[in-house]
Structures are given as structure tokens and as C-alpha cells.
């Protein structure tokens, strides 16, 4: 794993207004802008999209960080199926079920990403290569899903 670098920027946001910021990012790949063949204006501009990537980063985290845990906490249920009481097992399977329910409220193309995003730990960026859509898309179909699956699980 790369080491990350405190990152101080200023710059001017959509209102006009003057921001100073602290962000982290790779340290190679904040040395590599760095280097004296690239140009003052496109080292900042990248820098400025690398924390609007950092932020949107810590607004998914915060959003779905929740519904992530519950995931991986059923997940692993499902996985140690093995060494569990009759008890646990029966709970389990009704747990189960729910979640199974509540993903056959979503769409096949949701249901996919589900699979993608938790099953077969694909990230974000995999996700925008294998749907050829935005970063933004992603996150809004993730937010759909999100909030259908609340729903449902809040009915039940």
C-alpha cells in the first residue's frame, strides 16, 4: 500500500468563493506532479479534481458505510453457515430471506451491481469501466439501491 501525503490546496469554487483545503493523497503520485516537466496550471487543476475525488470518496463512505457493515455482517453469516447452532442457522436463514426479498425489489441491472460491489468486491471505477458510465452515475445508482433496500428492510 502506498503512503499518503497531507495535500494543502487553494482554490477558487463555483460560488467564487476561496477555499483552503487538506486532503490526502499517494505520495508517488504527488511527487510525480512535482516533476518540472508539467505544467504550474494543469499540477493544480489535477489537484483540485484529486479532492473533489477525496470528498466524494468520504461521502460515499459516510453514506454507505452503515449499510456496508449490515452487508458484510450477513455475508459473513451466510459463509460460517458451518459452525452454527440450530438456533443461529434458523436466524440465520430467516436473515437470509430477507435479504433475498429485499434484492428482488431491485432491478436486474441493481441486483447486478450489488453482486459486483459486495460479492465480487469490485470497486466504484470498476464499475464506471464496466457500465461505461460516470463516476456520478455510479453514485447515484448506488444511492437508488441504498435507499430502495432502507425501504424494505424498514418495512420488514
Known amino acids: 500500500m502506498s503512503k499518503q501525503v497531507e495535500v494543502k490546496l487553494d ?58 457493515s449490515e452487508m458484510a455482517e450477513a455475508l459473513d453469516l451466510i459463509e460460517d453457515s458451518t459452525s452454527i447452532s440450530s438456533e443461529d442457522r434458523y436466524e440465520m436463514e430467516l436473515n437470509n430471506k430477507l435479504i433475498q426479498d429485499a434484492l428482488k425489489k431491485l432491478t436486474p441491472r441493481q441486483q447486478e451491481m450489488v453482486r459486483l460491489l459486495y460479492w465480487e468486491g469490485k470497486s466504484q471505477k470498476d464499475l464506471c469501466e464496466i457500465y461505461g458510465v460516470s463516476k456520478q452515475a455510479i453514485s447515484n445508482a448506488l444511492d437508488r439501491i441504498h435507499n430502495t433496500l432502507k425501504k424494505f428492510l424498514k418495512k420488514n
Not at 490526502?24 to 494543469?42: A, C, G, H, P, R
Open 11 to 68: 482554490f477558487i469554487n463555483k460560488k467564487g468563493e476561496l477555499k483552503h483545503v487538506k486532503f490526502w493523497m499517494d505520495k508517488q503520485t504527488y511527487e510525480m506532479l512535482f516533476d518540472e516537466s508539467i505544467n504550474e496550471e494543469i499540477r493544480h487543476q489535477y489537484l483540485v479534481d484529486e479532492y473533489h475525488e477525496y470528498e466524494r470518496e468520504r461521502y460515499y463512505n459516510r453514506k454507505f458505510v452503515s449499510f456496508d
